[in-house]
């Protein structure tokens, strides 16, 4: 791609990739330090899940990564394109062809119904659902009963699945998941993560997840764990009970990273 950064890495596996990506809100005395020059790697086609403490940064470190958000100083890629100096027109299209988001919270416009929502990233890119992978999502994510229904119309859960959909319809390449599971009950979790799972394995999606749930974080590749703005762990391979005891570690030392090498 032509636009390339001089300097940006080639396409060498990697989905995101940030340099010492800095985000700072407001100023002066109350200025908070979100993230603290991260450096980070997303392989593509893996399942990376991150973990830590309430205000760690991990929802900013997935704005900034997706483009959603400006940063206060470091650079990002997406794939080979570095989106840290873009136009916010080419931006906005890049976001549309290439990301999927799930929000914290879902983001859903109440006067549209499920299936308006769920399409709307791409009525508005002007483009035609796949629909034989539409009517997967949909069928998967359990909505097909509850396409006509407005978010007020929907449970927490419904809702969420919805916007689970919405991230998934355009079959992006790169999905950022903000506690995608956090307002489900355990079956209709499990079928979220199964189905990013998939997206990883069977199409070879690159999916970024936050979670607090260390059997959420079980389903993924690899874990970064982030304290006061900065990585300070990654486990390959999570198991539930590994990831459990890494998060223990965090409340020794409250807002700290937790004790140093053991
Ligand atoms: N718009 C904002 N203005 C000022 N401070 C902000 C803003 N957004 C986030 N912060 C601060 O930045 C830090 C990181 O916030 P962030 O939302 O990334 O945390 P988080 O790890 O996602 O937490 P949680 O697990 O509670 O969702 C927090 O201290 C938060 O108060
Ligand atoms: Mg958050």
């Not at 769920?118 to 949909?138: C, F, H, N």
Request: with cysteine; aromatic share 4%.
């Amino acid at each position: 791609m032509s636009t390339a950064a001089a300097e940006g890495p080639a396409d060498d596996g990697t989905a995101a990739r940030a340099r010492g990506l800095t985000k700072a809100y407001g100023a002066g005395e109350t200025a908070v330090l979100a993230l603290d020059s991260v450096d980070v790697d997303i392989a593509r086609g893996r399942f990376t899940a991150v973990m830590g403490p309430s205000g760690s940064g991990k929802s900013t470190l997935m704005h900034c990564l997706a483009g959603l958000d400006t940063v206060s100083a470091g650079q990002i890629w997406l794939g080979g394109t570095e989106i840290t100096g873009l136009r916010e027109r080419e931006l906005t299209r890049l976001r549309r062809d290439r990301i999927g988001f799930m929000f914290q919270s879902f983001n859903l416009i109440p006067t549209l119904n499920a299936a308006e929502n769920i399409t709307l990233p791409m009525d508005i890119a002007g483009r035609k659902p796949d629909e034989k992978w539409l009517d997967q999502v949909i069928d998967t994510l359990g909505l097909r009963d509850r396409l006509k229904h407005r978010p007020a119309q929907l449970s927490g859960g419904q809702q969420q699945r919805v916007a689970c959909a919405r991230a998934l319809a355009s079959r992006p390449e790169l999905i950022f998941a903000d506690e995608p599971t956090g307002n489900l009950d355990s079956r209709a979790g499990l079928e979220v993560l199964g189905f990013l799972r998939e997206a990883v394995d069977q199409l070879g999606q690159t999916v970024v997840m936050v979670t607090h749930d260390p059997g959420a974080a079980a389903h993924s590749d690899l874990v970064l764990f982030l304290a006061d703005g900065r990585i300070v762990d990654r486990m390959e391979d999570p198991t539930a009970d590994a990831v459990l005891e890494r998060m223990k570690r965090f409340d020794v030392g409250r807002g700290s990273s937790g004790p140093e090498e053991d």
